[in-house]
């Protein structure tokens, strides 16, 4: 029974590295969207990256640009966050969803349009 199954987080020490794994049941994995979103306490939930499986367009957001990747492996059904150069600002609850909508895509990524989630993994950044 998967669903949305997160690994991979940890502490590190800033401008390290961590790669996060989601592993996605197969019914879930064709998806509109499947992305990664953060959040600390007392904020909102942030996209962090999404990948939309109509065109295979992926996003990342700004403040992660250029550091964070997303990428997904379909013969494991699985999703990856691979997260370079991090920063004690990058410290947060990362969890993994996906979306059966298909306004899943459209700017600024709303985690109300993500009706499947993970139970999260923690990403410290010292």
């Known amino acids: 029974h998967v669903q949305l199954v997160e690994s991979g987080g940890g502490s590190v020490q800033a401008g390290g590295s961590l790669r996060l794994s989601c592993e996605i049941s197969?019914?879930?994995?064709?998806?509109?969207?499947m992305g990664w979103f953060r959040q600390t306490p007392g904020k909102e939930r942030a996209a962090v990256a999404a990948?939309?499986?109509?065109?295979?367009?992926?996003y990342v957001a700004d403040s992660v640009k250029g550091r964070f990747a997303i990428s997904k492996d379909n013969a494991k059904n699985t999703l990856y966050l691979q997260m370079n150069s991090l920063k004690p600002e990058d410290t947060a609850m990362y969890c993994c969803a996906a979306s059966s909508s298909p306004a899943c895509f459209i700017p600024p990524l709303n985690s109300a349009t993500y009706n499947y989630w993970g139970q999260g993994t923690q990403v410290t950044v010292s």
């Open positions: 990948h939309y499986t109509g065109t295979a367009t992926t």
């Open positions: 197969l019914y879930i994995y064709s998806s509109y969207c």
